[in-house]
């Protein structure tokens, strides 16, 4: 069974640019999250999505932006990049409709620097 | 708001040594506690959970228990390998933030030979 794919892997963008990173869920599973990680911060949730619809979001700017389509893919797109931008982002994806205990199960991340 | 505190390292241990990682919370209703193992390069893997109190969280020779009345969901494992090296990150999810997972900051461990 395939795990959560993240897409790229790496890449490298200037400051101003935006960037569009793509995540397909294990097969079945219908919520996908997505959460950035770095040095100082730490791990932190951007927003989860489910069936289409945006059920949760974190505290970050609104540069940042999600969705998901039907086939429960999910894309991130951020706008107006900072240097503070450059992080590892990091996708999830669990199986139950109803949230809460349920596993969910992180992809190898984006790692996205922003020079 | 919940939080999560673990220690931060590094911890470094010789292989077969006793490890335990503690881990504490806060949170405002009955969260499900988790221990995610990130190794070099890699994402996040979940490697043990526990969704009420009392109950012990177990996977590949580490244990959690769920302890409410400390507000602990410590890490421990009886004898470490190489192999384990890594970042270990506690985690916390419930209903008051919408499951979303709230991490401790990682404990980062190397086991040397």
């Known amino acids: 069974k395939a795990g959560v794919t993240q897409t790229p892997r790496y890449l490298i963008k200037t400051r101003g640019q935006q960037v569009t990173l793509s995540c397909s869920p294990i097969s079945g599973h219908r919520s996908v999250s997505w959460y950035q990680q770095t040095p100082g911060q730490g791990l932190q949730f951007l927003f989860e999505?489910?069936?289409?619809?945006?059920?949760n979001k974190g505290n970050f700017p609104g540069r940042f932006s999600g969705r998901q389509f039907s086939n429960s893919r999910s894309e991130m797109n951020v706008s107006t990049l900072e240097l503070g931008d450059s992080a590892l982002y990091l996708c999830?994806?669990?199986?139950?409709?109803?949230?809460?205990?349920?596993?969910?199960?992180f992809g190898e991340g984006s790692w996205l620097t922003v020079v | 708001g919940d939080s999560v505190t673990q220690m931060e390292g590094p911890v470094t241990l010789s292989e077969e040594a006793f490890l335990t990682i503690n881990c504490t919370y806060t949170?405002?209703?009955?969260?499900?506690l988790f221990w995610y193992v990130q190794y070099p390069g890699e994402g996040l893997q979940l490697l043990l959970k526990a969704t009420k109190a009392d109950d012990k969280g177990s996977n590949k020779g580490f244990e959690a228990t769920y302890r409410k009345e400390t507000t602990s969901f410590h890490l421990e494992k009886g004898s470490v390998q190489v192999s384990d090296s890594a970042v270990y990150f506690c985690a916390l999810s419930e209903a008051n933030s919408g499951y979303a997972l709230n991490f401790g900051k990682g404990t980062s461990l190397l086991v040397t030979p």
């Open positions: 999505y489910f069936s289409e619809t945006q059920r």
């Open positions: 949170a405002t209703g009955y969260p499900s």
């Open positions: 999830a994806s669990s199986l139950a409709a109803s949230p809460g205990g349920n596993t969910i199960y």
